[in-house]
C-alpha cells in the first residue's frame, strides 16, 4: 500500500492534512480545536492518538492555532522550521524537531522534503511525501510559483495545490486594499490562474490525484476555480475540490509502476 492523505479541512478558517504510511500517521498544521480536531479526525476514522507527529507549515492561525494545544493533549512530536517557531508565541510544545533549511528528514517510514515558498511568514515550508514508491506534494499558501517550487513539485504522482482566489473577486470584493495586496501578491496565495499556468508548465498528465485546495470562500467560487482548472479535471485521474467544512476523503497513491 502506498501514501494515503486526507483532509480535516481546507480554507483561511482551519487547515489540517493527514498524510498516512503503514501504520504511521502524520498531521500535517492544524487551524481547528481540539474538540473539533477529533470530531474531524474521526470522520476519517482516526483519532489523534493514532498520530506519529505533526509537521507545521508556517505560523499563520488558520495552520497553527490547534497545533501546541493537540500535541500537549496527545503528547506528540512537533516538526518545524526555526523561523516558524520563533515568528510568535506557539505556547509550550512537549518535543521539538527543528527543520534544516531544505534537508529531507525522516518521520517512520515517510521521508519528507521540506520546500521553501514565497509566502509572508518567517520560514514558510511546504512538503513533499515520499513513502512505498510513491509522493505526494502539498503546496498551499505561496504567491509565487518559483523554479525550487516547479522542481520539486513537478514530478509528484499526487499533489494538494492552492487555487486561493479569481483576481476579479478579489479586486471587486470586500477585504480592505492592503489585505487585497497581500492575498494576490507575491507572497500572497496563488490565484486560479497561476494554479492552472503551473499544471500547465510543468504537466499534469502523470498525476494519480489532484486536489484543488485553500479555496478562499470570499474571493473565489468553486465554479470559477473549475473552470480555470477544466482542463485537468477532464485529464487527470481524480481531479476534486476540498472544501473548508469537510475536507476531503482518504486518497491513496499507488507505486509509480
Ligand atoms: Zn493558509
Ligand atoms: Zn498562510
Given at each position: 500500500m502506498g501514501l494515503r492523505f486526507a483532509s480535516l479541512g481546507s480554507g483561511s478558517k482551519g487547515n489540517g492534512t493527514l498524510v498516512a504510511s503503514g501504520d504511521h500517521c502524520l498531521l500535517v498544521d492544524c487551524g481547528f480545536t481540539i474538540k473539533e480536531t477529533e470530531r474531524r479526525m474521526a470522520r476519517l476514522?482516526?483519532?489523534?492518538?493514532?498520530?506519529?507527529a505533526i509537521l507545521v507549515t508556517h505560523e499563520h492561525s488558520d495552520h497553527l492555532s490547534g497545533v501546541a494545544p493537540l500535541a500537549r493533549r496527545y503528547s506528540l512530536p512537533v516538526y518545524l522550521t526555526p523561523g516558524t517557531l520563533r515568528a510568535r508565541d506557539i505556547g509550550k510544545l512537549p518535543q521539538i524537531h527543528l527543520i534544516e533549511g531544505h534537508q529531507p528528514f525522516t518521520v517512520a517510514d515517510i521521508l519528507v522534503t521540506p520546500v521553501a515558498v514565497p509566502h509572508d511568514a518567517r520560514e514558510a515550508a511546504q512538503f513533499v511525501f515520499r513513502s512505498c514508491g510513491s509522493s505526494l506534494g502539498l503546496l498551499t499558501d505561496l504567491g509565487t510559483v518559483t523554479p525550487h517550487v516547479e522542481a520539486h513539485?513537478?514530478?509528484?504522482?499526487a499533489l494538494v495545490l492552492e487555487a486561493n482566489h479569481d483576481p476579479q473577486m478579489l479586486a471587486q470584493g470586500p477585504y480592505p486594499p492592503s489585505l487585497k495586496r497581500r492575498v494576490g501578491g507575491a507572497y500572497g496565495h496563488l490565484s486560479n490562474q497561476q494554479a492552472a499556468g503551473f499544471l500547465q508548465r510543468?504537466?499534469?498528465?502523470?498525476?494519480q490525484h489532484l486536489v484543488v485546495a485553500h479555496?478562499?470562500?470570499?474571493?473565489?467560487t468553486l465554479e470559477l476555480a473549475r473552470v480555470a482548472m477544466a482542463e485537468m479535471v477532464e485529464s487527470v485521474e481524480n481531479c476534486i475540490f476540498a472544501c473548508q467544512k469537510e475536507g476531503f476523503d482518504w486518497l491513496t497513491v499507488e507505486a509509480r509502476g
Amino acid at each position: 500500500m502506498g501514501l494515503r492523505f486526507a483532509s480535516l479541512g481546507s480554507g483561511s478558517k482551519g487547515n489540517g492534512t493527514l498524510v498516512a504510511s503503514g501504520d504511521h500517521c502524520l498531521l500535517v498544521d492544524c487551524g481547528f480545536t481540539i474538540k473539533e480536531t477529533e470530531r474531524r479526525m474521526a470522520r476519517l476514522g482516526m483519532s489523534p492518538a493514532d498520530l506519529t507527529a505533526i509537521l507545521v507549515t508556517h505560523e499563520h492561525s488558520d495552520h497553527l492555532s490547534g497545533v501546541a494545544p493537540l500535541a500537549r493533549r496527545y503528547s506528540l512530536p512537533v516538526y518545524l522550521t526555526p523561523g516558524t517557531l520563533r515568528a510568535r508565541d506557539i505556547g509550550k510544545l512537549p518535543q521539538i524537531h527543528l527543520i534544516e533549511g531544505h534537508q529531507p528528514f525522516t518521520v517512520a517510514d515517510i521521508l519528507v522534503t521540506p520546500v521553501a515558498v514565497p509566502h509572508d511568514a518567517r520560514e514558510a515550508a511546504q512538503f513533499v511525501f515520499r513513502s512505498c514508491g510513491s509522493s505526494l506534494g502539498l503546496l498551499t499558501d505561496l504567491g509565487t510559483v518559483t523554479p525550487h517550487v516547479e522542481a520539486h513539485f513537478g514530478d509528484c504522482d499526487a499533489l494538494v495545490l492552492e487555487a486561493n482566489h479569481d483576481p476579479q473577486m478579489l479586486a471587486q470584493g470586500p477585504y480592505p486594499p492592503s489585505l487585497k495586496r497581500r492575498v494576490g501578491g507575491a507572497y500572497g496565495h496563488l490565484s486560479n490562474q497561476q494554479a492552472a499556468g503551473f499544471l500547465q508548465r510543468v504537466g499534469y498528465e502523470h498525476l494519480q490525484h489532484l486536489v484543488v485546495a485553500h479555496i478562499s470562500e470570499k474571493n473565489n467560487t468553486l465554479e470559477l476555480a473549475r473552470v480555470a482548472m477544466a482542463e485537468m479535471v477532464e485529464s487527470v485521474e481524480n481531479c476534486i475540490f476540498a472544501c473548508q467544512k469537510e475536507g476531503f476523503d482518504w486518497l491513496t497513491v499507488e507505486a509509480r509502476g
